[in-house]
């Protein structure tokens, strides 16, 4: 068995950790959220079907607060990225500040090859006052004081991110392409199909919890629009149809402007998704023929450790 790989979600109490836990990985949706309790235990999900042994757990707030450093040892030996997550729904930054250096401190000098990655979280494009705007700067500017204090040497960058748009999406799928090993192979085994079947834009996304592994351009409006395309395909196809039907599944779905969203199903863990211009989808048949030479590139991938 290979090693597992554990991608951690940390944070002080209410930031929202297990609301983008049950939401970006385990299929809930935002309004099951709001009446979370408070998490006593740490939670793991398995991201299924690529080949490695990747979950994604959320540490409660109360264990960071109370941290055993013994216990957090194991853990972080097999981390490959922590997501510390701050809310925007605060007054002041100290107290998250010096929870986040003092974790990230420890975090690195176990393992220095773990990537960190820094959400403001809660955070709403509506209303948007000059208050919020500055927030990202300031809270990127106390970040990097509060790690060069105890002479941590990562980069500070947070990402905006809330449960009620695409950004966890975004994120997370982003955050796959780096730590997930064989995504730079996927990424050419589509651009070589793209070569021969030509599309705006096109993603292979990773069925369970809708996130990206490979893509041709990283276009987050246009992700947005074929995830929702995807999750409309899903809920007829798992309405109306058996899984080995879902497993040979294809549609082509007309937009109001014109284009076509085209989507294969790859895997029972895997969907092609594209973004197909006026006058690309004519020629279909040449897609449906091409496929079958993706799919067989990336079933050898999914097959081979
Ligand atoms: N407005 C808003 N509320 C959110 C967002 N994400 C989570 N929440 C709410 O924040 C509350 C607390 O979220 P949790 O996910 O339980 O927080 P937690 O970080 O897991 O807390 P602990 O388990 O105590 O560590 C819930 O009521 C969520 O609905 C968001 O993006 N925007
Ligand atoms: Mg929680």
């Known amino acids: 068995m290979g ?8 944070g002080l109490p209410y930031v929202g950790k297990s609301s983008i836990h049950r939401i970006v990985f385990g299929k809930k949706t935002p309004g099951e959220t709001s009446n979370l309790k408070p998490t006593l235990h740490i939670q793991k999900i398995k991201i299924e079907g690529l080949s490695g042994f990747m979950e994604v757990w959320d540490i409660p707030g109360s264990i960071l607060m109370e941290m055993d450093e013994n216990i957090m040892r194991e853990i972080l030996e097999e981390t490959i990225s922590v997501v510390y997550v701050f809310t925007c729904q605060t007054q002041s930054f100290s107290e998250q500040m010096n929870y986040m250096s003092a974790f990230i ?12 990655e820094f959400l403001l979280h809660k955070w709403s494009s509506e209303g948007i ?6 927030m990202k700067t300031d809270v990127e500017t106390l970040g990097k004081k509060a790690l060069l204090n105890k002479n941590i040497n990562i980069d500070f960058n ?5 449960i009620y748009d ?28 793209v070569e021969k079947c030509p599309a705006n834009d096109a993603f292979l996304i990773h069925i369970p919890t809708r996130l990206y592994i490979a893509s041709t351009k990283e276009s987050s409006s246009s992700y947005g629009f074929c995830k929702e395309a995807f999750n ?7 309405t109306y149809s058996s899984e080995q039907q879902l497993e040979e599944g294809k549609t ?16 029972p863990y895997l969907c092609l998704v594209m973004l197909l211009g006026d006058t690309q989808e004519r020629d279909i048949g040449l ?6 030479i993706l799919q067989k590139g990336i079933q050898e991938l999914l097959g081979s450790n």
Not at 105 to 116: C, E, R, T, V, Y
Request: aromatic fraction near 16%; charged fraction near 15%.
């Open 3 to 10: 090693k597992r790989q554990l991608i951690l979600l940390v």
């Open 232 to 238: 409309f395909f899903i809920d007829v196809f798992s």
């Open 105 to 116: 401190g420890l975090a690195h000098s176990i393992n220095d090859k773990i990537i960190f």
């Open 252 to 267: 082509m779905i007309q937009c109001d402007n014109h284009s076509h969203v085209y989507l294969k199903v790859v895997s």
């Open 166 to 193: 695409n950004s966890l999406y975004s994120f997370f799928s982003s955050l796959l392409n780096i730590v997930y090993i064989k995504s730079s192979v996927f990424n050419q085994l589509l651009e070589n199909y």
């Open 287 to 292: 897609y449906d023929y091409n496929f079958t």
């Open 129 to 134: 006052t000059d208050d919020k705007i500055n």
């Open 158 to 162: 947070v990402t905006l991110t809330s």
